[in-house]
């Protein structure tokens, strides 16, 4: 059975870093784009960020650009998300994801794998 486990998440001032981490079990994902989505009270999940098969390419939403870093760690089967600068505005739970191909793609119907969430509480 596919598991997808988020860790990391958090309360943590304005400003502050915190480093999300995802551990898939069950199968490899190596040739898997994966993504993280985060979704905040009454608000629909939207794209964070994705990182090819091959951790060559990755793209962000232009909310978190130079703020946050995706990651990952084939041989782990882990996915790393580091969030730097953070902002009350960035509060919501975090869902990692396994994309269905291996290039980048910010389409939450292209990922047919989710976690459970992790929630990050960012403190004015």
């Known amino acids: 059975q596919v598991h997808l486990v988020e860790s990391g998440g958090g309360l943590v001032q304005a400003g502050g870093s915190l480093r999300l981490s995802c551990a898939a079990s069950?199968?490899?994902?190596?040739?898997?784009?994966m993504g993280w989505f985060r979704q905040a009270p009454g608000k629909e999940r939207e794209f964070v960020a994705v990182?090819?098969?091959?951790?060559?390419?990755?793209d962000y939403a232009d909310s978190v650009k130079g703020r946050f870093t995706i990651s990952r760690d084939n041989a782990k089967n882990m996915v790393y998300l580091q969030m730097n600068s953070l902002k009350p505005e960035d509060t919501a739970v975090y869902y990692c994801?396994?994309?269905?191909?291996?290039?980048?793609?910010?389409?939450?119907?292209?990922?047919?794998?989710w976690g459970q969430g992790t929630q990050v509480t960012v403190s004015s």
């Open positions: 069950g199968r490899t994902f190596s040739k898997n784009a």
């Open positions: 990182i090819s098969w091959s951790g060559g390419t990755t």
């Open positions: 994801a396994a994309n269905k191909f291996p290039v980048v793609n910010a389409l939450s119907r292209e990922y047919d794998y």
